[in-house]
């Protein structure tokens, strides 16, 4: 497949394959070259955002091109020849979403059009990341940007786990005045509650996530050491916890890939250090309360 090939699908957003396509056009022709940071980049305008979503909504909303690359320092709607592919024509617009793009067009109609993380992907990526290129991209990007930015997914499932704990220890009211008998069921689970809840926000990651949603794994035995109660009440508990629809136990093979690794890592140890029988562990998420 080469360069000509990505432009026979009348307009393109190219995909990885094809991205890393272009990636080894420029590097075949020397054309690379052409695309040099710039020494300075003005960050004033970002220096409000704090979340990789704002991040992502803000700078694609921009003609950040030329913010970053000296060479693609390009007025809106104007034409100029392309540096990414040779007699190819080149201009930056916004697409029907508000989305700034770089558009490359041949001179038989194919077109192609890469928004600011597909360049930064192409200019400064490498196909061995292509599983995780797209935030690959977005981190350079925001170190280019002096930014430290938080994952708002992070942020929404810290400020759950707080939520949750605040209806546990009774420091919101409006559960126990509305749903008193459900108050008071959480009440009889309160300790083994409170510790599903009890995560910081550093051992949040998104691998961890079921339908949108932080997991973790809870071993039956973890529970009994920590809360110092028998392993049959701990395994009772959970199940009309997860009855109830206040926990939910995630099937095995549901999980998570990376999740599940781990499982069959833990299951493999075990075996060989000659247990017979597995302790119960669960994989639990918490909705809110």
Known sequence: MDINSIFKGG???PNTIEKNIIRQYLHNTDRIQHFQIRSYIDNEDFSAITTT????HYIQSQNAFGKV???LDMAEDEWYYCDFVSGNDAWISKDEAGVYRYFSKTKFGGTISLNIFDVVEIVLGNADEAEN???SARSLLANLFELELKDEWVLQQAQKYQSNLQYIRGERKDLEQAYPAVFQFIQK???ILEYFNDHQEDKLYRVFSYENQHVFFSATNRIKEKLKISQSTVTRSINM???SGLIVKIPHQKLPSRMLEISDAILSYRMNQGYIRRQKDYVLHNPRV
């Open 53 to 56: 979503q704002e991040f992502e």
């Open 189 to 191: 689970y309160y300790a």
């Open 241 to 243: 916890l997860a009855l």
């Open 11 to 13: 307009s393109v957003k």
């Open 69 to 71: 690359f000296g060479n």
């Open 133 to 135: 290129a797209f935030q």
